[in-house]
């Protein structure tokens, strides 16, 4: 049974693989027209939605595999510290609330960007947007805070 350990290493250079061929496909494929942008034109690569489809099923896996793994691990402190799972749960549940909170912040009114005439900025994807970035702004301040405070606790603690 030595050949689970090969397994690994055989999904990895497959998705590898697909990968790379999916980029020179993209890069050298050709263009299928041009689009003009505020007044430039820009190319239409002919394999943009094989390389974006390519990306969403990396993505997917690797938030399944994320949360696999969380959850396995969620188990196993339940298993022998049930209240460090309690905690865990805690912090998930905090940070289910920020993203709600953030989706809540965000607007779903139209954003102006120069050159787009279509439907994606307005609405949900607008509200998307900025509860994205509005995590993004909290979680950096946050980072900051802390070693901001990391700082001033060791050595106060000194």
Not at 7 to 16: C, N, S
Not at 57 to 75: D, E, S
Not at 111 to 132: P, Q, W
Request: proline share 3%; glycine share 8%; hydrophobic share 55%.
């Amino acid at each position: 049974m030595k050949n689970y350990k090969l397994i690994p290493k055989v999904t990895v250079l497959v998705l590898m693989l697909v990968g790379i061929l999916a980029a020179v496909m993209f890069f050298a494929g050709g263009s299928e027209g041009s689009l003009e942008v505020a007044g430039d034109f820009l190319n239409i690569p002919k394999f943009t939605d094989l390389l974006l489809y390519w990306i969403y099923v990396l993505v997917g896996l690797v938030i399944l595999v994320t949360f696999g793994f969380v959850l396995a691990k969620l188990v196993e402190t339940f298993k022998v510290d049930p209240k460090a799972g309690i905690r865990s749960v805690l912090v998930v549940l905090a940070a289910v609330g920020l993203v709600a909170l953030c989706w809540f912040l965000g607007s779903p009114e139209k954003v102006e960007i120069l050159g787009y005439e279509g439907t994606d900025n307005v609405g949900t994807m607008a509200r998307l947007s900025d509860a994205i970035m509005y995590l993004v702004y909290i979680l950096t301040a946050s980072t900051v805070a802390a070693l901001v405070w990391g700082v001033i606790y060791t050595k106060v603690k000194k």
